[in-house]
């Protein structure tokens, strides 16, 4: 089964600060990934204005992983006293406890910086309580599923406290992507940017798409194309 959620159905919220584009809407009793899909709780992009503060807050504790798609970010944890700086292309992972607030600023006076933040309920483990901020070039995603994120971090991943592998890739005209789902998993998809063929479906920049009960995640580029991918568990109520 393939559920399609299309940008124009994400929640979208303009304010002095950002832009905000929900995957899933939280406040919206009738949507039905109201409370995400699976263990993947949250997805949204943002488009960070310059020089403006970006506050991120959660209702539960969450682990959050962070990808700079454009531009230079300082963020903030002041509950733990740590700070750094995020590049395009970098990955990085928190934890935030319930109604803490977290702060990342868009040093660029003139340029917007865009990022995509995913949330998952944290598993069992200890937590990295400095996070952890990972560079994976564009090379190093060329053409390939780039694994970003893993419970155990694998092939220099980030250790993620969660059942959940992060892919990200950049495919070419053409290029076909096959990724297997063992028995029992789950995965959603993410068009960062370009356009795939997925079966009989066409998703564009925005869209989403989310895996249950399929041998495998399949897609043909119809242009220069960025992914992300989630290879999630079993879905839970």
Request: proline residues 4%; glycine residues 8%.
């Amino acid at each position: 089964m393939i559920t399609i959620r299309r940008s124009a159905e994400r929640r979208h919220i303009d304010t002095e600060n950002q832009k905000t584009w929900m995957t899933f809407d939280h406040e919206n009793q009738a949507d039905p990934l109201q409370n995400g899909f699976g263990a993947l709780k949250i997805f949204n992009e943002e488009i960070l204005k310059p020089g403006r503060t970006f506050v991120l807050q959660t209702q539960k504790d969450m682990v959050i992983v962070t990808y700079l798609h454009e531009g230079v970010m300082v963020f903030n944890r002041p509950q733990q006293g740590k700070s750094g700086l995020m590049r395009a292309g970098d990955f990085h992972l928190a934890e935030t406890q319930a109604g803490v607030k977290q702060f990342s600023l868009n040093v660029s006076p003139d340029d917007e910086a865009r990022l995509f933040q995913s949330g998952f309920a944290p598993g069992a483990g200890v937590a990295e309580p400095d996070g952890e901020n990972k560079r994976f070039t564009l090379a190093d995603r060329k053409g390939i599923l780039k694994l970003i994120a893993s419970p155990d971090g694998k092939d220099d991943s980030l250790k993620i406290r969660q059942d959940v592998e992060m892919y990200s890739t950049l495919i070419h005209k053409g290029n076909h992507m096959v990724h297997e789902l063992k028995p029992g998993r789950n995965a959603w998809l993410h068009v960062v940017k370009g356009k795939i063929d997925l079966a009989d479906l066409q998703l564009l920049v925005g869209d989403g798409a989310g895996f249950s009960v399929e041998i495998a995640v399949s897609f043909t580029a119809q242009e220069p194309t960025e992914i992300l991918l989630f290879n999630l568990p079993a879905l839970l109520n």
